[in-house]
């Protein structure tokens, strides 16, 4: 399968911090979405990207769709304790192809 | 919108044992709905992807006759772990996207656990 490299692979912030955290991959992908997993559920869509170039806001959360179509950035701004959880990207190719990143874990200390 | 309901979220039981999960789209229709397996501390692997009124497909290394799927409506798949053996314990989560090019909605995942 595709390989989606996310950095870092875990983030130890004060809460009121800004966060970033990007992901990259050799393939070039036509949809990007950034999930957050919280312990013992199911991922949660944050944010979709459709368009290389494309900057999208939810809220406290910023992620764009790169140029070149092989990466993309998630910030989370004025973080909060409840930010705390694991951070995934994922790339789509077709209707159903949908690769995973490694995953960002971030602790937000109150 | 965009709800997807997994349904146990928690199974414990003997080697041996064939065990059901459910996976449902409450509130739209899926022609298409996927199942992913999760180990402690990784990311999730995709197993299959099951279509409604035919078979699935599946993963490579992916045995199809230990990890049955069905998915006889458009808001209703089931996957069946059959003769579960320690090994098979895991995190399994199901998702289901609406029709076009639509993101994967995600259930809460069901933890199997073998003993």
């Known amino acids: 399968g595709q390989q989606l490299n996310q950095s870092p692979q875990s983030m130890f912030i004060q809460e009121g911090e800004d966060v970033s955290m990007n992901c990259t991959s050799s393939?070039?992908?036509?949809?990007w979405l950034w999930y957050k997993q919280d312990p013992g559920e199911g991922p949660v869509l944050l944010i979709a990207?459709?368009?290389?170039?494309e900057l999208t806001s939810n809220g406290r959360l910023t992620a764009q769709f790169g140029i070149t179509r092989k990466d993309s950035f998630l910030n989370i701004s004025a973080s909060i304790p409840s930010d705390v959880g694991i951070y995934f990207c994922?790339?789509?190719?077709?209707?159903?192809?949908?690769?995973f990143g490694t995953g960002t874990r971030l602790t937000v200390i109150p | 919108g965009a709800v997807v309901s997994q349904h146990p979220s928690w199974v414990i039981c003997k080697s041996g044992t064939s065990v059901k999960i459910e996976c449902r789209s409450l509130?739209?229709?899926?022609?298409?709905m996927f199942w992913y397996r999760q180990f402690p501390k990784q990311s999730l692997m995709l197993m299959a992807t099951?279509?409604?009124?035919?078979?699935?497909?599946?993963e490579q290394g992916v045995e199809k006759d230990k990890f049955l799927i069905n998915h006889a409506s458009l808001t209703l798949s089931t996957l069946t772990v059959t003769s579960a053996h320690p090994e098979d314990s895991s995190f399994y989560i199901c998702?289901?996207?609406?029709?076009?090019?639509?993101?994967?909605?995600f259930g809460d995942g069901t933890r199997l656990s073998i003993l």
């Open positions: 998702s289901a996207r609406e029709t076009g090019i639509q993101p994967q909605h």
């Open positions: 393939s070039i992908f036509n949809t």
């Open positions: 990207l459709y368009k290389a170039g």
């Open positions: 994922a790339g789509q190719t077709g209707a159903n192809n949908l690769f």
């Open positions: 509130d739209f229709q899926a022609t298409t």
């Open positions: 099951s279509n409604e009124g035919s078979k699935a497909t599946y």
